[in-house]
């Protein structure tokens, strides 16, 4: 097997027609790899999305051709998957106003060029999802686009089948949350092109890595809210003096138990299914 890349958190290896996608235990803040691994995270990410792929197989196929057949040393963090063409968007749902997408709000009342409800705070419910891509920078920070320019990237099919398909993905999962006592505020998605042209999901889908997760009990507008998931190394990292340039610093022990023990709580709580690492 060649390595073929090497991610912020995931490394590819090419196998014949196939790959291996393999989530390592690596966590980055701001596009930057932090020095300190959070032990199971690889393996949560990769089971938590299989998970996943289970429940959105009827809405858009996706990537994997085997969670078994991989070599031992990454058994349980590793995916066989199809070689797909990667489409250079970042298909993102928001049902809440978080993160980015509160800051590009509070520019000028829009996000990627959907107007919003005057007078929203953070965490506020919007009135029903809304699709917000953005560029996938190899080098520097996502871009907010419009769906125009979704258009003009992929043309008009593609982008309006998956722009249903994201906020499809997003609804089914929010609802799926919202059972087990969990609001997914916003997911971001990765599509690409199959060898027969298919529209395929790839990546990863509704993990604490790609999404906002919050307790349902404990979701209160106006201000930031308890995370299980990325947010709270992010967090904690926005309260260092660190110009977020690399080298990362150093994650804190007590730092690394409580994230772990976040993606650990995010799974359980969503697939029913007691962590064993």
């Given at each position: 097997m060649e390595l073929v890349h090497s991610g912020k958190v995931r490394d590819v290896y090419a196998d014949g027609d196939e790959l291996i996608l393999v989530a390592t235990d690596r966590v980055s803040v701001y596009d930057v790899v932090l020095p300190t691994p959070i032990p199971d995270k690889g393996k949560i990410l990769t089971q938590l999305s299989l998970w996943w792929f289970e429940q959105l197989a009827d809405i858009v196929p996706n990537h994997v051709v085997s969670a078994t057949d991989v070599p031992d040393e990454w058994r349980g963090r590793a995916i066989r998957c199809q070689r797909l063409t990667m489409l250079p968007v970042e298909w993102i749902a928001r049902g809440y106003l978080a993160g980015l997408g509160l800051k590009e709000y509070e520019k000028g009342g829009a996000v990627s060029g959907v107007p919003l409800p005057d007078a929203l705070v953070?965490?506020?419910?919007?009135?029903?999802?809304?699709?917000?891509?953005?560029?996938?920078?190899?080098?520097?920070?996502?871009?907010?686009?419009?769906?125009?320019?979704?258009?003009?990237?992929?043309?008009?099919?593609?982008?309006?089948?998956?722009?249903?398909?994201?906020?499809?993905?997003?609804?089914?999962?929010?609802?799926?949350?919202?059972?087990?006592?969990?609001?997914?505020?916003?997911?971001?998605?990765?599509?690409?092109?199959?060898?027969?042209?298919?529209?395929?999901?790839?990546?990863?889908?509704?993990?604490?890595?790609?999404?906002?997760?919050?307790?349902?009990?404990?979701?209160?507008?106006?201000?930031?809210?308890?995370?299980?998931?990325?947010?709270?190394?992010?967090?904690?990292?926005?309260?260092?003096?660190?110009?977020?340039?690399?080298?990362?610093?150093?994650?804190?022990?007590?730092?690394?138990?409580?994230?772990?023990?976040?993606?650990?709580?995010?799974?359980?709580?969503?697939?029913?299914?007691?962590?064993?690492?």
């Open positions: 953070e965490a506020s419910r919007l009135p029903e999802p809304i699709f917000t891509p953005t560029t996938k920078a190899t080098v520097g920070h996502d871009e907010f686009i419009t769906y125009d320019d979704v258009v003009q990237e992929i043309g008009a099919d593609a982008a309006a089948r998956l722009k249903d398909v994201t906020l499809d993905v997003y609804r089914r999962g929010a609802a799926l949350a919202a059972e087990r006592g969990i609001v997914i505020a916003d997911t971001k998605l990765e599509f690409g092109r199959a060898a027969d042209g298919t529209l395929v999901l790839g990546d990863e889908v509704l993990t604490p890595d790609s999404s906002r997760f919050w307790p349902a009990d404990q979701w209160k507008p106006g201000g930031p809210q308890h995370s299980l998931d990325k947010q709270y190394v992010r967090d904690w990292s926005g309260g260092l003096d660190w110009d977020r340039t690399p080298p990362g610093p150093p994650i804190p022990q007590d730092v690394v138990d409580a994230t772990r023990a976040r993606y650990i709580e995010v799974y359980e709580r969503l697939t029913g299914n007691r962590w064993e690492s």
